[in-house]
Each structure stands twice: as structure tokens, then as C-alpha cells.
């Protein structure tokens, strides 16, 4: 099985801007937006419920607590977001607004919200219809980790990050790109 395509940010904004042609459009954008943001599994963002995002007082939190049931391998995990994160977070929740904190972030016709495979599909589907082939739910994860290999972040904070345990795992995330490469070498 091939890795996903690490899109670039000229793709993220194409495929946005298709996204906000779409009729749960603020919904899809903060889908997607919180595995390029925040470097989330999509499983992870299918478990979010209001209480995960929200503070008692309907505060953004400035981090997601992850139980073991929510993630991969069991093991609870912290994400922490971005201002920028927040902000879209917070744009969603103002035009979603929480009636029970308990709920589903994510809203579906069903009271239980989206499985993470419905997710991927509607992922999947949008990076598809935007015309980004190769493109998957993952494609936002790998490239939130090679941003951060760009930006000269070490491999263990990437690890922590990331919620992996071991350094290899976080290592394969990360894709070289002939510009980086090209950058490398003027740099000795």
C-alpha cells in the first residue's frame, strides 16, 4: 500500500475552496483542517465530542485530552492547537452550537455521529473531487509532520506530537520534496 500524497499548501486551500462549495461546508473545513492543524488521526477526529474541544464555560481548550478509547493503540494522547486551530474551532462551534457536551462534535443524521471509515470516505471524497489524486484522510497528518521536519522541529517533540511511541513510526511521516532537498544543500 502506497503512502498518501503530502499535499502542499497551494492543494490545502484548492481543496478548501472546493470544500466551501459543500453543503455541511464549516463542518468538512474543520474535518480537515484538524488533521492539517492538529495532526489528527481521522478516527481521532470522528471520537471528538463538544467536551473535548470546550471548556464548561463554551471556551475553546488550547488542548484536546484524548482518552485511550478515542485513539490508536489505546493510549491516551494530549493534541495541542494552534491559535489558528482554535479560531476555526471556535468559528464552527458558533454556527454548530453545543447543547450537550457529552455529543458528538460532528453531527450526523444519526445520534452517535461519524465512524472514522464514514469519515475517511467523506475525506477521501473531497480531496478526490478537488482534483488532488493520491490525496487520502491521511495525507493532512503527513503533512502537518513534514511542516514541522521543514521548520527544523526536532523528530522527538514531532514523536510527542504526533502521539507515536516510537521514532521510526514519526520518521515515515516525513516527506522530502525536490525544494527542500534543493534548500539543504545551499545550506553548507
Sequence with gaps: MSQAKTISDRELQRVLDYTNQTKFAKRNKTILLLTHWAGMRIGEVAALRYCDVLTTDQKIRTEIYLSAEQTKGSKSREVLLSERMQAELASYVLAQPCKDLKKPLFAT????????????????????????DGATSHSGRRGYLTKLSEKGVSVRVMMQLAGHSAMSTTQKYIDTRPDILRNAVELV
Design 109 to 132: 443524521l444519526r445520534a452517535d455521529g461519524f465512524t472514522s471509515n464514514t469519515l475517511t470516505h467523506i475525506v477521501n471524497g473531497l480531496y478526490r473531487q478537488a482534483g488532488l
